[in-house]
């Protein structure tokens, strides 16, 4: 009976799929584990071996903790909304509700070919009305609701609203810009028109509408993503993009700035993890200081870490969008400043950030030193961006190396003043030495001085104590098709909520994907859309992901996005596995709305993930051909040198190893079917380069072709092999081989193709129980450690060792296949069948460890005559030295070195060695 893995894998997935095998019930007398996966963009390429390295390693762990006891909820779905839907869409003429649908169907066939233990019954596409409908009602939550920094959570707007009728602002800051606390009374409150009254809502509501800028391509019609702009002109076509301002919503996550660092240390997250998102929180404090303009009424407002270096603040620079530029600037400089905003504009703020070239314009404005009435030149830069801090820094070139290089640039002259006048020791040095020591002050004396710096600031009311995040309110809204609605209306420029009874607010089909007149959302040019003053941009694609592991417990509900007793049962996620990408995206938006949900009352808990697992990369190896420049000739790479060529990427799928299948190239395209080629050894070998694994170098492999090939299980438990599931690793299809013999050879301690039927109900050796329980202890230990490389490596030896002693004893063999159903769960399955159980494999009882079975009683001597090893000896490990050395001078190879002398000394280290002294 052979091993026919196409049949048994075909076999056994039917059977899941028609008992519903992994359907989980929202309440056990089990404990609980939620194991999740980031959930995948269904594109048109489909999946690559890449890309189910995480969720292999959480089947395998899911299917663990199924086999220990607890009701695992293992769910899968789809983040189907965003903008490569529908650009796809555009290109092709096909709407993005009909590519994503057939994109998904295409991604469910190849997960399941993999054999995942997905419930598929909880399955959710964010696209899915019934779906979006909870994404809109979460939305207007957050609209309206507000922080309350007074409670620290988000609280309902009504509530606010009764605050300033019965105090005005009082007590509650604004965290958007406009009224300070005390702006306005009860009375000025209940005087103010409607509109004002919301315009001031607004500046506090958590799901915001603002105006920001963004990147349009007139000759496009279409606003384009900073990734689409390269040097001030769009990927595509090459066209000018210039800066246009537009309504756009945000989500206040800078409130929660706080509360996201302080549930860092809650959570199993990597430490590199915590600090990606620490760094992009970026919390500091300092102070935040108003700087006169000389011969202007207008204030120039600084935040700044270091207040005490003002007496060394030799220039300002200003963001280029900074709304005092126009203001300040000087009729001399006018056009210098217009030709440089000019050069702004066509700039994406990723490129800012990335420049390394330094440019800048003078604005002819001076700031006043507060303290000194020093006057400070105002210079406009790139590097300053207006969403950070104020828009606004003050440079102290003799204590920092950025500014000191910009000083130098553009030739201002810079003081050597770096210390204190606020502590009585005013500190001189030279730019060098405070490059060197990477700072002003140290320790107390540095703290010291920061403290006096803002006593003095706020006591002379120039400034106040501030504490300041990199951190920006993310922005919440795409002039873009494909994405949930907005469910707000506008009138008079006020935006009200959509009635609950309303949603979900479907997408209407649309003619054309182009943008609405001004550059907003293709739904501007809907008249019954228009008509109805609806919202005209659509949502991120990060809104469906930023909730949806809620959903998966109760994905059917059609009156709650989650019931509350269903949310209380499985809580937090026990295991996450994704990408280290998504670290400052969706994983923090994600701990924002569980936050924000966890406040309403809405969940009982306010972090969605406990564990975090990251998994590495698996990296293409891609190939190369060497064409001859010029001509239709392929040059072998070891000859490449003899000629003056171009590199080209060639399929991976027709080179074997690195040798050129020539026929399947011929093949590939038309302009290489007379294609010549010049060999080594009569071969054309290939170049190589481990990338990343993408069609567009093509150097993907279909999982697909490997399992019509290998086998599910092969696939599986290679790709764990590769190595450790956190580390980056290049593909090699060759070694996949190994695994699949590997599976044959445990196949053929039940069955022999020749011989049949080879297991039997015989009593087990110590011999072959030592092998199991070694094998439960690693297996167990680390799969729990996701050291699953490990626990394949684990299974081979304990096969080969196992093949060794010609075991074929269920009391062995049966607990070895409970071991490996989570890593290779068809052949598990199929064995543990044919072994007679009537029961299913995925429920059976995981194998106990005793310690008893692995015990050494005895030990296994290097025996040494003078220091050099001579045999060996199997001894107990509880003998005495006399029994040692008794039995030591019987060995018959002892006694032909003693040659008939007593030995001067026999030295025993138990445990370790034994050597006679002659």
């Not at 809650?266 to 200081?289: L, P, R, Y």
């Not at 020093?374 to 500014?403: F, H, K």
């Not at 005013?426 to 140290?442: H, I, M, R």
């Not at 030592?770 to 096969?799: C, P, W, Y």
Request: net charge negative; charged share 25%.
């Amino acid at each position: 009976m052979e091993y026919n893995f196409r049949e048994i894998e075909k076999k056994w997935q039917q059977d899941w799929r028609d008992t519903h095998a992994y359907r989980v019930p929202n309440k056990s007398e089990k404990p609980k584990y939620y194991v999740l996966d980031m959930f995948p963009y269904p594109s048109g390429a489909g999946l690559h071996v890449g890309h189910p390295l995480g969720y292999i390693a959480s089947d395998i762990y899911a299917r663990y903790k199924r086999l220990k006891g607890f009701n695992v909820l293992h769910p899968m779905g789809y983040d189907a909304f965003g903008l490569p839907a529908e650009q796809y869409a555009i290109d092709h003429g096909v709407h993005p509700a009909v590519s994503t649908h057939a994109n998904i169907i295409n991604f469910r066939s190849q997960l399941d070919n993999i054999g995942f233990c997905f419930d598929w019954d909880r399955e959710v596409r964010t696209s899915d009305p019934q779906y979006y409908k909870w994404t809109q009602w979460i939305f207007l939550q957050l609209f309206n609701s507000f922080f309350n920094r007074l409670t620290n959570k988000a609280e309902r707007i009504d509530s606010l609203v009764k605050a300033f009728e019965a105090e005005g602002n009082a007590s509650h800051v604004m965290p958007g810009s406009g009224f300070t606390p005390g702006s306005f009374t009860a009375e000025d409150w209940k005087g103010f028109d409607t509109k004002t009254q919301q315009d001031i809502l607004m500046q506090y509501r958590l799901a915001f509408c603002g105006y920001g800028e963004v990147n349009w391509c007139e000759a496009l019609g279409t606003v384009l993503a900073n990734d689409e702009v390269i040097n001030g002109v769009s990927e595509r076509g090459g066209y000018p993009v210039v800066k246009k301002k537009l309504r756009q919503w945000y989500l206040r996550i800078t409130e929660y700035a706080d509360r996201l660092l302080e549930g860092l240390q809650t959570v199993d997250f990597s430490d590199a993890m915590k600090e990606m998102q620490s760094n992009w929180i970026g919390k500091s404090s300092g102070a935040e200081i108003e700087f006169a303009v000389k011969d202007s009424a207008e204030k120039l407002k600084v935040y700044t870490t270091r207040p005490d270096t003002i007496f060394g603040v030799d220039f300002m620079v200003i963001a280029p969008e900074h709304d005092i530029v126009r203001k300040i600037v000087t009729v001399e400089q006018q056009s210098a400043v217009d030709i440089y905003l000019d050069y702004v504009n066509s700039r994406s703020e990723r490129e800012r950030m990335a420049e390394k070239k330094i440019s800048g314009v003078f604005t002819g404005a001076y700031a006043l030193n507060p303290f000194d009435g020093r006057q400070i030149p105002v210079w406009i830069s790139e590097y300053v961006l207006a969403g950070y801090g104020t828009g606004a820094i003050m440079a102290v070139p003799c204590g920092d190396e950025r500014d000191f290089k910009f000083a130098q640039h553009f030739h201002i002259p810079v003081t050597n003043i770096i210390g204190s006048h606020f502590n009585g020791e005013e500190a001189n040095a030279t730019k060098d030495a405070v490059l060197e020591n990477s700072g002003f002050l140290t320790g107390m004396v540095m703290r010291e001085a920061m403290e006096a710096a803002i006593t003095r600031i706020e006591a002379d009311g120039i400034g106040t104590r501030k504490r300041n995040y990199k951190m920006r309110d993310a922005a919440f809204s795409r002039q873009r098709y494909w994405g949930e609605p907005f469910p707000i209306t506008w009138n008079n420029g006020v935006a009200r909520a959509l009635p609950e009874s309303e949603l979900p607010l479907e997408l209407p089909q649309v003619e054309t994907y182009k943008p609405g007149p001004e550059g907003e959302g293709p739904l501007a040019n809907i008249p019954e859309w228009v008509s109805r003053e609806l919202e005209t941009n659509t949502m991120p694609g990060y809104a469906g992901s930023s909730w949806y592991f809620l959903r998966y417990m109760d994905p059917h509900n059609e009156n709650a996005f989650c019931d509350r007793s269903i949310s209380d049962y499985w809580g937090q996620v026990d295991l996450y596995i994704g990408g280290t990408e998504h670290a400052v995206g969706h994983l923090l938006y994600s701990r924002m709305w569980t936050k924000a949900l966890y406040d309403l009352g809405y969940i009982g808990f306010d972090e969605p993930f406990k564990r975090l697992v990251n998994q590495g990369m698996i990296q293409g190896s891609s190939r190369f051909v060497y064409r001859v420049r010029a001509t239709n000739k392929f040059v072998s790479q070891g000859l490449k040198d003899k000629y003056e060529t171009d590199e080209i990427h060639v399929d991976v799928n027709f080179v074997d190893g690195v040798e050129l299948d020539l026929d399947a190239f011929r093949s590939w395209r038309e302009e290489y079917n007379n294609a010549e080629f010049i060999l080594e050894d009569d071969k054309y070998i290939c170049g190589t380069l481990t990338e990343k694994m993408s069609k567009r170098l093509y150097n993907t492999v279909n999982p697909d072709d490997l399992v019509h090939k290998y086998g599910a299980d092969t696939f599986r438990m290679y790709e764990m092999f590769l190595g450790p599931v956190e580390m980056s690793k290049p593909w090699d299809t060759k070694g996949i081989e190994g695994v699949h013999r590997f599976l044959k050879k445990l196949w053929r301690l039940f069955f022999d193709e020749l011989k049949g039927k080879q297991w039997n109900e015989e009593k087990a050796t110590e011999a072959e129980l030592k092998v199991l329980h070694k094998a439960i202890k690693q297996i167990e230990d680390v799969t729990e450690r996701f050291s699953f490389n490990t626990g394949v490596s684990g299974f081979m030896i304990a096969v080969n060792e196992l093949s060794e002693l010609k075991c074929h004893k269920r009391e062995i063999l049966e607990p070895i296949l409970v071991l490996l159903a989570p890593y290779a769960p068809h052949i598990a399955a199929e064995l543990w069948s044919l072994l007679g159980n009537a029961s299913s494999v995925l429920d059976a009882p995981y194998p106990v460890f005793e310690q008893k079975y692995v015990t050494e009683s005895s030990k296994e001597y290097p025996i040494s005559i003078n220091g050099k090893l001579r045999t060996t000896m199997v001894i107990a490990l509880d003998a005495a030295q006399a029994d040692v050395e008794a039995l030591v001078l019987e060995n018959e190879v002892v006694q032909k070195w003693l040659e008939g002398k007593a030995p001067k000394k026999i030295i025993f280290v138990k445990g370790k060695m034994i050597n006679v002294v002659i």
